[in-house]
């Protein structure tokens, strides 16, 4: 019953931007912090951004503070993530999760398919 599905991603040229969704359900959106993860071929998957429930607050990893905008809707059920001055670095699946709190660790295990976002000239 739980879905997270992410869309949006695309290829895209060094200094684009796209905008990801994460579409939700099946848990009460509202009651939890969201993240985007992204995980590039050969590497760990990795946090890039959180917000908290009400978006309130955010926080960024080093690697895309300043690019990279994360922001939610709770009447959609929907985290977004922003992304603009891309960088090849930044080619990856990207993932979205609710977090439980205060450890950060993600709720559902069961990671879905991602979006694919590809930054090439």
């Known amino acids: 019953q739980v879905q997270l599905v992410e869309s949006g991603g695309g290829l895209v040229q060094p200094g684009g931007s796209l905008r990801l969704s994460c579409a939700a359900s099946?848990?009460?959106?509202?009651?939890?912090?969201m993240s985007w993860y992204r995980q590039a071929p050969g590497k760990e998957r990795d946090m890039v951004a959180v917000i908290t429930t009400t978006g309130g607050s955010t926080n960024y990893a080093d690697s895309v503070k300043g690019r990279f905008t994360i922001s939610r809707d709770n009447a959609k059920n929907t985290v977004y993530l922003q992304m603009n001055g891309l960088k090849p670095e930044d080619t990856a699946v990207y993932y979205c999760?609710?977090?439980?709190?205060?450890?950060?660790?993600?709720?559902?295990?069961?990671w879905g398919s991602g979006t694919q976002v590809t930054v090439s000239s």
């Open positions: 999760n609710a977090l439980q709190w205060p450890s950060l660790v993600p709720l559902f295990g069961s």
């Open positions: 099946g848990f009460t959106f509202r009651s939890y912090a």
